[in-house]
């Protein structure tokens, strides 16, 4: 069966330093992966996407970056995290041509 | 994809009470999901109805959808506590991305 991992659950942060937040899939091949933020009090905002390995769309320009090295390997980064970084990051995915997406457990990340 | 307007922003009710949440959006579609999410945790897939469809059962769930009036209602039946979550509507979608809005938070009271 088809699993999806993320980590870590929680990370505190202080302003300027970098981060990087690593989902991996199971049980799939070639899926479609996304990054979501989801602040305080606000909806869920797609943040990058992934059709492909190296193919990486952004959808909010920000402080953020994506990098998909691997087929079932989707890393969100950050050289300088600023404090608006804050929030509950969550990664997805979906098989090519299906509408489901399957989300991980999320990050909550907390920059001091 | 577009993003759905969830109704009301929240919803308290008594155990074994109904509770229905509307989503309304904007432009034609072709499906439209309802996810939840539990507090600190990742969103949850309930049911997905195409727009060839006008209702959709699932367990205690029942999913409405009116094209005409691009609208669709999620009825939880029999609630129980541990139905408390924030419920999502996305309206269409595809390989890039699905659009979700505040949601619904639905607090069931014991």
């Known amino acids: 069966s088809q699993t999806i991992h993320q980590w870590p659950a929680t990370l505190v942060q202080p302003v300027g330093s970098p981060l990087s937040l690593e989902c991996t899939v199971e049980g799939t091949s070639n899926p479609n992966l996304y990054w979501y933020r989801q602040a305080a009090g606000r909806g869920l905002q797609l943040l990058f996407y992934?059709?492909?390995?190296?193919?990486i769309s952004s959808e909010v320009p920000q402080n953020l970056s994506a990098s998909r090295p691997q087929d079932r390997q989707f890393i969100l980064s950050s050289k300088k995290l600023l404090l608006s970084d804050s929030g509950f990051y969550l990664c997805?995915?979906?098989?090519?041509?299906?509408?489901?997406?399957?989300f991980g457990s999320g990050t909550r990340l907390t920059v001091v | 994809s577009q993003q759905g307007e969830e109704d009301p922003q929240a919803l308290s009710i008594q155990e074994g009470e109904n509770a229905t949440m509307n989503c309304s959006y904007k432009t034609s579609i072709n499906n439209l999901q309802w996810y939840r999410q539990n507090s600190g945790r990742g969103l949850v897939h309930l049911i997905l109805?195409?727009?060839?469809?006008r209702e959709k059962h699932s367990g205690r769930l029942r999913v409405t959808l009116d094209t005409s009036k691009k609208s669709s209602s999620l009825l939880i039946t029999a609630s129980r506590a541990a139905d408390t979550a924030s419920y999502f509507c996305?309206?269409?979608?595809?390989?890039?991305?699905?659009?979700f809005g505040k949601g619904t938070h639905l607090i069931i009271q014991p």
């Open positions: 992934s059709v492909g390995i190296g193919q």
């Open positions: 996305a309206p269409g979608g595809g390989a890039d991305g699905l659009t």
């Open positions: 109805i195409r727009s060839n469809e």
């Open positions: 997805a995915w979906s098989v090519t041509g299906a509408m489901v997406y399957t």
